[in-house]
């Protein structure tokens, strides 16, 4: 199996995995330096993953040190435990089609606006404040006539009336 087909997954321990990328980059080409060993193995761990651990090593950092980098990584984060979540949609989306241009849409008739009438007799001509028809007075109080008066209201008009000229004549 080449180096490049054999990609990290969860389910693999990283030490046992990295000791055999090593191994493999050593025997398809013995003069490599030891620091590519070391780091070409962190390109084939998923994304993520592999930026975290590169970003805690040091460029001349041993294998040993990666793999207890990677190990703590994968403790300390969900980062590789889990496979990106798919979003599958329940419906299919249509492909754009021309013809839909023609159709006509679903509300083709325009909606009747509502006419504004009187309140009072309910004529559309005119609304309640210039309404010509008489208007319902409900807290209106009736003037009494001067027949009705009550005679304690006599009473007092005559008092405030002698108490007026007694005045005057002081």
Known sequence: ????????????????WC????????AFDPQTNIQMRNHKPLTQMPGELEHAVKCRCNHNCTLDESV??????????????YTPYKCIGFKKKQPFRVDLKDKPRARVEEVAKKKNSCH????????ANNCPKAKKKVYAVEEKSDEEQDP????LVEYQEETLLEIQDI
Do not use: A, W
Request: aromatic share 10%.
């Open 1 to 16: 199996m080449s180096f490049k087909n054999y990609k990290y997954s969860v389910d693999k321990d990283p030490c046992e």
């Open 19 to 26: 000791l055999r990328q090593s191994k493999r980059l050593k």
């Open 120 to 127: 009072n007799c309910g004529s559309t001509d005119h609304y």
């Open 68 to 81: 207890n980098i990677l190990q703590d990584v994968r403790k300390k984060t969900t980062i590789g435990k």
């Open 152 to 155: 304690r209201e006599e009473f």
